[in-house]
């Protein structure tokens, strides 16, 4: 096949060129690697006698990781840089992408082969991995709609179609009113209580756009610390409820923007996804969902919810009762309403612990924990991180490697900062998968790692580094996490390594884990350095923090399962073609879950990327169910500690050849047992909580 090198995209040589991809490269590429994949496609169609692993699996999963390499770069562009050329192409190419997939997956012919490899001689001389893929293939062709009759299956293609605009629909929606939202404030005694820096990126925000004052968006950095900290109710108020609002029918108050609404996105999901899973003859799109996924039913997941949200109720409502007293006798509250909760939570920790999260984040210099994190992960799973070159698509991006005895093992990109443009949250995505090429070669596996931290902003005439709260870098532990599931794999068949092929509510478990290092003593001390004086975290502040570490977690723990239970049950058996609406089943599950139950404008499904075009639809109790998981995991390293160990020491090189090293060549199960000896355990996530287990 020819290959156009010319075009950026269709460059494999070597790493994704970001300075020269440009909107009018992707369609040439996107249509020739759909219609080269399509020739292999055909080849492989035509009957033999003998199918075999080399001359059937490697030549199918070569023309599509091209594919899927190419696509992945747009994708990942379309998030993080999103202008209307590119979304123009990005929508006009997502249709084809998706027919090819859906095409590939229902391709009787190659469901065919699988089953002649599978009842092969050959298929009980494979190595595990490669009879995982072949197995995982079975299943997935099934999933895909390959056993439907034709009609079904033209349908079933429509269904995808139609499924992957509207994700795309609600994303944008949600993107764009996001970026519409601009708050001015033109007298400074507005913002009251509000942190230098916080304030300071506003009044760049409004001088970028050409007004004097301070304004405020609804990227995360800039909207809650506003919730946090504003002595200013009504400012509070403001935002809260552009915020709660965007991209519903009720954001039209402010944005007076409409077509942002995700209304009929939502209600169109939902039937479509209904639809999907009665064709392939399931219940409901639950049990689709969880087809390939640890938990065995619907059922089995909301009990496992319910079970937690009644061990956590007594300590979210005592949490609440506290909350609620404080408010009224120290900050004269009478009524709290949820723009208040933030800021009165905040200003209870503060009195109750004696210590603010302003002046923690004041010792965690973006620098400093950036090298801090790195120098965990070197020391726990013995690799050296070290600044590479490649192409970026914006200045702030860097670029590292990743090497183990002096061999290259992985690299990733680090995109740190909110921006316009930039999809919200935090996330790990891969650029390239590790495989063994045919060439005897390893393909080494490269990621994207994004967040949307403040960027560096001048403070008194000096440039100051961008300042994490706490909070931030549990969230950087946590997605580097998943970034070393992807690029510490040691399996070269790239449809298991690394991440691929590890089973949805266990992928969160290396990253949950990892969150846990962000509490060890020893590592806040490699790690935090005074944004004036240099000094490292004081043993103290420390100790007010642990003394913290649970501060509300009743709460907290309810809304994840609040979050969770309108996931499964919008997904099981909610009917989406009855009178009964979506907020309705959002209503009943917080009148039965919550203690702190937001307004009624409040419409936060309307922003639910997670579930409405992030992949975990049915799966957002992923969360709670892996971190049972990486609870348990992290007790081997306090067991070590008890024992005489450190929190960095053998176990993490257990943990890596057990966990991380394996991917999805295995079940995940088997691989939690390999590390742990035993089956997993919730005693370890309610201590972690400081809930008594029962």
């Known amino acids: 096949?020819?290959?156009d090198t010319s075009n950026p995209l269709l460059d494999f040589t070597g790493l994704p060129r970001f300075d020269l991809i440009r909107p009018e490269h992707v369609t040439p590429a996107i249509e020739q690697l759909i219609a080269d994949a399509r020739q292999v496609v055909q080849q492989l169609e035509v009957p033999a006698d003998k199918v075999s692993w080399d001359n059937f699996v490697v030549p199918l999963e070569e023309s599509t990781e091209r594919l899927g390499r190419a696509w992945g770069v747009v994708n990942h562009l379309n998030h993080v840089?999103?202008?209307p050329e590119l979304r123009a192409v990005y929508n006009e190419n997502q249709p084809k992408v998706t027919e090819f997939w859906t095409e590939l997956g229902q391709n009787e012919a190659l469901f065919g082969k699988y089953k002649q490899l599978h009842g092969s001689a050959e298929f009980a001389t494979l190595a595990p991995a490669r009879k995982r893929i072949v197995e995982n293939a079975l299943r997935d062709f099934r999933l895909g709609g390959a056993e439907l009759p034709e009609k079904q299956k033209q349908r079933f293609a429509e269904i995808q179609e139609q499924q992957a605009a509207l994700s795309t629909r609600f994303s944008e929606n949600v993107l764009d009113a996001t970026n519409d939202f601009k708050l001015l404030v033109e007298n400074e005694a507005e913002l009251a209580g509000l942190p230098d820096d916080v304030k300071a990126a506003a009044r760049a925000a409004a001088e970028r756009d050409g007004k004097t004052g301070w304004q405020f968006s609804l990227h995360f950095p800039s909207y809650f610390p506003v919730l946090q900290f504003a002595d200013n109710r009504e400012l509070r108020e403001k935002i809260y409820r552009a915020n709660a609002t965007k991209a519903s029918e009720m954001g039209a108050v402010f944005s007076e923007v409409e077509k942002w609404d995700n209304t009929n996105n939502i209600a169109q999901l939902l039937k479509l996804r209904d639809e999907e899973a009665k064709l392939l003859d399931f219940r409901s799109f639950a049990d689709v969902s969880l087809e390939p996924k640890m938990a065995?039913?619907?059922e089995r997941v909301i009990e496992f919810l319910e079970d937690l949200a009644r061990r956590a109720r007594p300590y979210a409502e005592k949490d609440l009762a506290e909350l609620r007293a404080f408010a009224k006798d120290e900050l004269g509250i009478e009524e709290m309403q949820a723009w208040d909760a933030t800021y009165a939570s905040e200003k209870l920790r503060e009195k109750r612990y004696a210590f603010s999260a302003q002046e923690v984040k004041e010792y965690f210099p973006e620098p400093k924990v950036v090298a801090g994190l790195f120098g965990v992960i070197s020391k726990l799973f013995g690799v050296r991180i070290a600044p590479d070159e490649a192409p970026v698509w914006h200045p702030d991006v860097r670029f590292f490697r990743i090497e183990k005895n002096g061999q290259l093992i992985g690299q990733f990109y680090l995109d740190l900062y909110a921006r316009q443009g930039k999809?919200?949250?935090?996330?790990?995505?891969?650029?390239?998968?590790?495989r063994l090429t045919t060439g005897g070669i390893v393909q080494t596996p490269i990621a994207y790692l994004t967040c949307n931290f403040t960027p560096p902003a001048e403070v008194d005439g000096q440039m100051q580094p961008s300042l994490f709260t706490h909070d931030e870098v549990t969230t950087l532990f946590h997605e580097f996490g998943h970034g070393l599931h992807h690029m510490l794999t040691e399996v070269d068949e790239?449809?298991?390594?690394?991440?691929?092929?590890?089973?949805w509510d266990a992928v969160e478990l290396p990253s949950q884990f990892m969150e846990n290092f962000c509490w060890e003593w020893d590592v806040l001390q490699g790690m935090t350095a005074h944004v004036k004086t240099g000094e490292p975290l004081p043993r103290e502040l420390y100790e007010k923090m642990l003394a913290a570490k649970n501060f509300q977690s009743g709460m907290q723990t309810l809304r994840q399962v609040e979050f969770s239970l309108i996931d499964m049950h919008l997904h099981y058996d909610f009917d989406p073609n009855s009178q009964k609406t979506v907020q309705d089943l959002v209503d009943e599950v917080r009148s039965k879950f919550s203690v702190?139950?937001?307004?009624?404008f409040n419409r936060f499904q309307h922003s639910f990327g997670h579930i409405f075009a992030g992949g975990y639809a049915a799966g957002y109790y992923s969360y709670k169910w892996a971190e049972v998981l990486s609870a348990d995991a992290y007790a081997a390293f306090e067991e070590a500690v008890e024992a005489g160990g450190g929190a960095l020491d053998e176990t993490g090189k257990r943990f890596?050849?057990?966990?991380?090293?394996?991917?999805?060549?295995?079940?995940?199960?088997?691989?939690?047992?390999?590390?742990?000896?035993?089956?997993?355990?919730i005693d370890a996530l309610l201590r972690h909580n400081g809930m008594e287990p029962a």
């Open 81 to 83: 840089m999103d202008t």
């Open 494 to 503: 790239l449809s298991v390594s690394g991440i691929s092929g590890v089973e």
């Open 656 to 681: 890596h050849r057990e966990i991380l090293s394996v991917g999805g060549s295995r079940p995940a199960l088997e691989s939690f047992k390999a590390f742990r000896g035993r089956e997993p355990q």
């Open 1 to 3: 096949m020819s290959i």
């Open 423 to 434: 999809g919200q949250g935090a996330w790990m995505d891969d650029a390239r998968g590790r």
């Open 596 to 600: 702190l139950i937001p307004p009624s």
């Open 296 to 298: 065995e039913s619907p």
